[in-house]
């Protein structure tokens, strides 16, 4: 049972980083700043159908939209990360790793750059999140006991079971295998291979991609496991036969086993029942008296 540490996932994506709005980005500055795209600041961002959208118009609606919320969030992000070294708040990273676990079963197909790109924003976000706990419940009083049940109720979703990530190509022949094999090993794309070839028609729209499973699945042959033990991520089995034909299995991650004990799961059980004891989400407004913030929305 997974419902606290899934809803804190869920709760992880749902928080954006909508955009770093630069109010000040007409500046004398502005050419020290990175941006995602390329564009020069004194030109027109977009134009319809001659029609200009400058770019100051562009950020003033941003600005307008999203930027209290923007920058709010930033000195949440400062006050409890500032706060959190200043009290030596710490964590279990095996809690984290969980999460990251968690939250990569909840994406589809990505590519080496965007897994470690996702990784290092979900690592940001779940320390934001969890160093945020620690400090709104840290006065909050609970008992032995209380951990004790609360680890007795929901111990289960604390271990995630070894899992990978597979794609899958199905033809009816050796020789139309050999000639996939052929064609991957000169840099084709499994996904589009797949499309191509592949017998599977519930999985051939999306490039044979299958999905997450756990070793005890009973939704994927067994064969699939004992090829992928053979891989790294990223790479694809030889030809093998099965049921339904000769198959060519593409592994794009395996997920390591992760088992917490109770005695490493202790402070973070006794947060989860300080948090279920709180009236409200925990809110990181609340600690900015902890040190002088000034924006310019006050």
Do not use: C
């Not at 419902?3 to 502005?30: A, E, F, P, Q």
């Not at 009083?141 to 070894?162: A, D, L, N, T």
């Amino acid at each position: 049972m997974r419902r606290k540490l899934v809803l804190g996932s869920i709760v992880v994506l749902l928080i954006t980083n909508v955009v770093t709005l630069g109010m000040w980005l007409w500046s004398d500055n502005i050419k020290n700043v990175d941006y995602s795209v390329d564009f020069e600041p004194r030109e027109p961002v977009a134009k319809v159908n001659g029609e200009k959208i400058a770019y100051k118009e562009w950020i003033g609606f941003l600005e307008n939209r999203y930027g209290k919320k923007a920058l709010k969030d930033m000195i949440n992000t400062r006050v409890v990360t500032q706060l959190a070294d200043q009290e030596k708040v710490s964590f279990n990273q095996e809690v984290l790793q969980l999460e990251l676990s968690l939250l990569s079963t909840m994406e589809g197909k990505m590519s080496k750059k965007s897994i470690e790109e996702k990784e290092a924003q979900w690592t940001e976000e779940v320390t934001d999140r969890l160093y945020l706990e620690e400090l709104v419940t840290k006065d909050v009083k609970v008992s032995e006991q209380e951990i004790r049940s609360y680890y007795e109720k929901y111990g289960e979703q604390y271990h995630f079971s070894p899992t990978i990530q597979l794609s899958h190509i199905i033809v009816s022949d050796e020789d139309t295998a050999e000639e996939i094999i052929k064609e991957l090993d000169a840099g084709a794309s499994f996904s589009s291979l797949a499309s191509k070839y592949t017998l599977d028609e519930e999985t051939k729209n999306n490039g044979g991609y299958l999905g997450f499973y756990t070793k005890d699945s009973s939704f994927l042959p067994n064969e699939y496991y004992e090829q992928t033990e053979q891989l790294d991520n990223h790479t694809y089995s030889d030809p093998f036969r099965t049921a339904e034909g000769i198959t060519i299995v593409y592994l794009h991650r395996f997920l390591p086993e992760v088992n917490l004990s109770y005695e490493q799961l202790h402070a973070h059980l006794r947060r989860e029942v300080a948090l279920e004891k709180t009236s409200s989400h925990p809110d990181a407004s609340k600690l900015w008296d902890n040190f002088e913030v000034e924006w310019i929305y006050e």
